[in-house]
């Protein structure tokens, strides 16, 4: 299946990417760490891109949709496509490149959200994140590095960051409601909670295709 993933910042999508990536056997593209990525490999347009954020900008589409186009050649059999579109523009340049099966929209409760980022510990070495409340130190159960608090991990900022997204995707939610390819899911519960929601709704897509 090739598989699209929206969700706001603090529902939980990178935890739930990567159990969906281990379950399904499938590619995690991520358009951060491919960006990322391309910068850290010196390549083509990895040093275009470099020259935008070093200004302080954001990469341009068209050359996050290139490094998109060259990494999508490398999974024929399927995908799970995080981070991309975040606008209407990249979701119609998306549709030319390939076609998305099924669209999980992971919801949740904009409160929850808030309490998961400010009372959020992140692992500078291996990036897994940490609940202050469900956490006991500031160690890392993996490496035993010591955890960090992002400055912008602030009630204040978390809020706009998610004003910022609900308007961002909201045209694209719509978009790929009107192909009717995409489902909600409830992001409110625990990690294995959401996770049965997900493959509830993958079953369901597979079996009617």
């Keep these: 299946m090739k598989i699209g993933l929206f969700g706001p910042p603090g529902a939980g999508k990178g935890t739930q990417a990567e159990k969906i990536s281990t379950k399904y056997g499938l590619p995690h593209i991520s358009t951060g760490a491919l960006l990322r990525k391309n910068i850290e490999e010196k390549t083509q347009v990895g040093l ?13 589409d068209d050359v996050v949709t290139q490094m998109l186009a060259e990494e999508l050649k490398k999974c024929p059999d399927g995908f799970l496509l995080d981070g991309y579109p975040r606008t209407l523009a990249q979701a119609q340049t998306l549709e030319g ?8 929209n992971i919801e949740i409760d904009p409160e929850l959200v808030v309490d998961r980022i400010v009372n ?12 202050k ?6 160690i890392c159960d993996n490496d035993g590095a010591k955890l960090t608090c992002r400055s912008d991990d602030t009630e204040e900022i978390v809020k706009e960051r998610l004003e910022v997204y609900e308007k961002q995707t909201m045209p694209i939610i719509a ?17 294995d909670e959401v996770f049965a929601r997900i493959e509830k709704a993958l ?3 597979d079996k009617n295709r």
């Design 120 to 131: 959020r510990m992140v692992c500078p070495v291996c990036g897994k994140n940490y609940s």
């Design 48 to 60: 275009v891109a470099l020259e935008f954020i070093e200004r302080g900008k954001l990469a341009p």
């Design 133 to 138: 409340r469900l956490h006991s130190s500031d």
């Design 203 to 205: 079953y369901d897509h």
């Design 175 to 191: 978009y790929y409601k009107a192909k009717g390819n995409i489902v909600d899911i409830d992001g409110n519960g625990n990690v």
């Design 97 to 104: 490149l390939t076609k998305l099966d099924i669209v999980l």
